[in-house]
């Protein structure tokens, strides 16, 4: 006679018990424990692996080779890399059992330091590739392919917002915006910057485009009137680049963007006699403190260019966002 049990034979439930003890003996090992809290988080390479858990790569892989055994990882490959992943694989129960019993093991308190560390190293890795293809750009002649190019046909991208270039200057990136946006407000606190702007833009038929007179730390700005507020190697300029922000957190919708181009920090002391900097640029901490103390929400910054020649500048690039009501 067979005997079911929730639609079940005898025989099925002991198969599927054994399998579930096996997998419950494979993840009860403290070093797989860990191994899988961490792939349960990110996929992670045996050599990142190895970084976290300061293990070799022998125990690593035979330990993966037992999870993988057991369904309770997979790989894939990813060029040269091959990564394992236990995301989707573990039962929640189980996962939750595991990880309380990982937190109790000696070793355990540091692996979330160490797997941030390693997901950082992988993207400076990543930002150093992009700087080596960046720098190739150019170097090989095809016709049609400039940076030139490549900025309008981005900026074509450009929905039909409202921005406010804030120190403008002689007004180029201005007029480049304002051929796709729907109004651009360059604000400058040089009179002749202004007047020759303004008379460029006339002379090139821009109609949306309108230069004011004023300072960047308070721009004539009505509150909440644009849905951009851009600072392009401006902000190194203001006496106070906190209440330069501030500024553009008022100026700004809901919703609106903030996006700041400016030198990374540097000791190049000669920047303030040969071009008027009040600030040595920007450290990348500093400028999301500076965003985040304004309000914005979303905020990043990076580097974004290296200049090859001495002093050698770097650009750093800064979004963030105004939150909605």
């Known amino acids: ?65 037992l999870l993988k055994r057991e369904g309770l990882a997979a790989d894939r490959r990813a060029g040269k890399n091959i990564f394992y992943s236990a995301r989707g694989r573990v039962p929640t129960a189980l996962l939750e059992v595991v990880r309380g019993a990982a937190a109790a093991e000696d070793g355990t308190e540091g692996d979330a330091a160490a797997l941030a560390h390693v997901l950082a190293k992988r993207k400076d890795r990543a930002a150093a590739y992009f700087d080596r ?26 929905p039909p917002v409202e921005i406010a270039d804030l120190g403008a200057g002689e007004g180029t990136l201005s007029q480049l915006l304002a051929r796709n946006a729907r109004r651009v407000i360059a604000v400058d606190n040089s009179p002749k910057m202004v007047e020759f702007a303004a008379a460029t833009a006339r002379a090139n038929g821009f109609r949306n485009l309108e230069f004011r007179l004023g300072d960047i730390e308070d721009p004539p700005v009505d509150d ?41 920090k540097h000791s190049h002391e000669e920047a303030r006699e040969l071009y008027a900097h009040e600030w040595l640029g920007f450290s990348e901490a500093g400028l999301i403190a500076m965003l985040g103390a304004a309000g914005f929400a979303d905020t990043h910054a990076g580097i974004v260019a290296r200049e090859k020649q001495a002093p050698h500048f770097q650009t750093l690039l800064a979004v963030g966002t105004k939150p909605r009501p």
Do not use: C
């Open 224 to 264: 909440e009137s644009v849905d951009l507020a851009l600072f392009s190697q401006a902000l190194h300029h203001a006496v106070n680049p906190r209440r330069a922000i501030d500024s553009a957190f008022r100026i700004l919708r809901p919703g609106g963007r903030i996006l700041i181009l400016d030198l990374a």
């Open 1 to 65: 006679m067979v005997i079911r049990v929730f639609g079940m034979t005898e025989e099925a439930i002991k198969k599927r018990s054994a399998v579930t003890l096996s997998a419950l003996r494979a993840a009860a090992d403290p070093m797989r424990m860990r191994m899988l809290v961490l792939l349960a988080e990110e996929d992670l390479t045996v050599a990142e692996l190895q970084e976290i858990l300061g293990m070799g790569q022998s125990r690593i892989s035979a330990g993966l080779a």
């Open 133 to 158: 293809l960046a720098g190739r750009f150019g170097r090989t002649y095809i016709p049609g392919r400039s940076w030139q190019a490549l900025a309008h046909g981005l900026l074509a991208l450009l």
